[in-house]
């Protein structure tokens, strides 16, 4: 009863999510607005522009790392379109950081901030998964966010290689919602978000 409750609340997110976005879709985008828009982002990668952030100033310094060569090759960017509007967000990611940039009155603003466990998804959904001990485990968070960055819904899945047999299979837990299930319930409610994808993200290094 709960995990139907937790599927049809989950899918009527979904689809509000995404009748909010093809609204967005439909205002008129000024011929000048997507130009402007990269050339903040460019002065923001070239150290150049600052960004909001909860009523503090964010660098580009304040999410890259520089100060080691290894750490530093992993400075990553890409533009990615995250609510629909037909304008690509900035997306920063460093050994520690992700972050997500758009463009309101002319200004930059974070749109997401979270660490690099998380990466973006083909729907503009994100999805945070950190390993574990003690024992070996995945954590999986799947977050829907609305046309401004705000949070939506926050889904959270887990499975434990309990008797560290170095597979996760029937024997071991696995946690949909802190709810106990069985592997294959976690598989079938698991399966819509491992199947979204990400390949429309094109990540370029930094240093390119």
């Not at 909010?20 to 130009?35: D, F, M, Q, T, V």
């Amino acid at each position: 009863m709960k995990r139907k409750l937790i599927t049809s609340l989950l899918a009527i997110t979904i689809i509000i999510t995404a009748v909010i976005c093809a609204l967005y879709r439909n205002i008129p985008i000024p011929e000048n607005e997507s130009e402007n828009r990269l050339n903040l982002y460019k002065g923001f990668l070239a150290g150049e522009q600052s960004a909001e952030f909860d009523g503090n100033i964010i660098t580009i310094n304040d999410i890259f790392e520089f100060n080691d060569e290894k750490i530093k090759s992993q400075n990553q960017y890409a533009l990615f379109d995250m609510n629909g509007d037909g304008l690509p967000e900035l997306h920063l990611r460093s050994v520690r950081l992700y972050y997500i940039l758009t463009v309101r009155d002319n200004k930059l603003v974070i749109w997401c901030a979270n660490s690099a466990y998380a990466k973006p998804l083909n729907n503009g959904a994100i999805i945070h998964m950190r390993p574990g001990g003690a024992p070996p485990h995945e954590s999986y968070i799947y977050i829907v966010l609305d046309f401004y960055g705000n949070e939506l819904l926050r889904l959270y899945f887990e499975k434990y290689d309990s008797d560290y047999n170095g597979i996760y299979d029937e024997n071991d837990l696995y946690l949909f919602e802190k709810a106990e299930v069985s592997k294959a319930d976690w598989d079938k409610l698991t399966e819509k978000y491992f199947s979204i994808g990400y390949e429309l993200i094109e990540w370029r290094a930094y240093n390119e």
